[in-house]
């Protein structure tokens, strides 16, 4: 079973993954990420994409999360983006980035990650 942390979650893409993912036998949500602020924070992930309870509770720290995942999907801003590759690399966990807009440092600094972890990044999917 594979285990899908998604940042993003409340979001148009996030909340698609999460729907799908839902509807999967062989793989699961094991964490939800937003922003701090967000109205999602402390909502059921499910319930916030509108698939259900997930049983799954939206937060707002990939880094508190992110152990027992086997892959983090990866929807919101450059910034946070940045930020959850590193929490990825430092976990040692695969992360997949469809976030557009990375400047060249942040960019530098995937690139470092993905030696150490595999990193898809699909801007604009």
Known sequence: MLKIAVC???????SAVIR????????????????????????DAGEAAGTGRLGVTVSDSLAG??????AV??????DASAANVAAAAKSGVPIV???TGFSEKQMSAIRKASKKI??????NM
């Open 8 to 14: 993003g979650a409340a979001g148009r893409m996030g």
């Open 20 to 43: 799908v993912v839902a509807g999967e036998k062989d793989a699961r949500i094991c964490a939800a990420i937003e922003f701090a602020g967000s109205k999602s924070v402390g909502m």
């Open 65 to 70: 999360t992110i152990k027992g995942c086997g």
């Open 73 to 78: 999907i990866d929807f919101t801003q450059p």
């Open 97 to 99: 980035v469809g976030t």
């Open 118 to 123: 595999p990193v898809v990044l699909a801007p």
